[in-house]
């Protein structure tokens, strides 16, 4: 499938990133789309994890955050029946 570039501006950069790579014009635009869509897919990659980690933060929120047990050799090694 052909498209037409009209916008003279798009035409000159792409020919200059073309010239400066010595890439074919289908080529550059091939690889200039591609390297976009892999920045929008990590975006949204980082987006899916901040989600999850807020999901996670948001269910550990739930827990008492001090339950007053002292954390101290003893209460390790009653952990080990010590």
Do not use: W
Request: glycine share 2%.
């Amino acid at each position: 499938m052909a498209f037409h570039v009209r916008d003279p501006e798009t035409d000159r950069v792409v020919r200059a990133l073309a010239a400066a790579t010595g890439a074919s014009l289908t080529e550059t635009i091939r690889v200039a789309c591609d390297a976009e869509l892999q920045k929008l897919k990590l975006a949204e990659s980082e987006e899916e994890k901040r989600a999850q980690m807020r999901a996670v933060r948001e269910r550990l929120a739930q827990y008492p955050q001090d339950e007053g047990v002292a954390l101290d050799k003893a209460f390790f090694d009653a952990l080990n029946d010590e």
